[in-house]
């Protein structure tokens, strides 16, 4: 089993940026994957970027192309969110993510291919 807990996450004006972090304990060791998904009020848990925890490619939901970049430390076991250009539409609580186990299961753009999961970290913008 792999713990996560996310940090960063706070009230921001439309325009700034944040980083969110998320740091990886137990099983880290057997880590594929890891990415941020974030839930909008009112909605459903969304994709947000994902990552091969090795090396390799980084996926990105289009409507945070250009604005969002994430960054992976392995010797810290810690993933980085960081969040440019906030727009109020960015307001959610985001989870980080991480999918375990003996080979990668893709897509990284699905919910379900990640069993472990941080308690989330609220993201709020303003306009």
């Known amino acids: 089993q792999v713990q996560l807990v996310e940090s960063g996450g706070g009230l921001v004006q439309a325009g700034g940026s944040l980083r969110l972090s998320c740091a990886a304990s137990?099983?880290?060791?057997?880590?594929?994957?890891m990415g941020w998904f974030r839930q909008p009020p009112g909605k459903e848990r969304e994709f947000v970027a994902a990552?091969?925890?090795?090396?390799?490619?980084?996926v990105y939901a289009d409507s945070v192309k250009g604005r969002f970049s994430l960054d992976r430390d392995i010797a810290k076991n810690t993933v980085y969110l960081q969040m440019n250009s906030l727009k109020p539409e960015d307001a959610a609580v985001y989870y980080c993510?991480?999918?375990?186990?003996?080979?990668?299961?893709?897509?990284?753009?699905?919910?379900?291919?990640?069993?472990?999961w941080g308690q989330g970290t609220q993201v709020t913008v303003s306009s």
């Open positions: 990552t091969i925890w090795s090396g390799g490619s980084t």
């Open positions: 137990g099983r880290a060791f057997s880590i594929n994957a």
């Open positions: 993510a991480a999918q375990d186990g003996s080979r990668f299961r893709g897509p990284m753009t699905r919910i379900t291919n990640f069993g472990s």
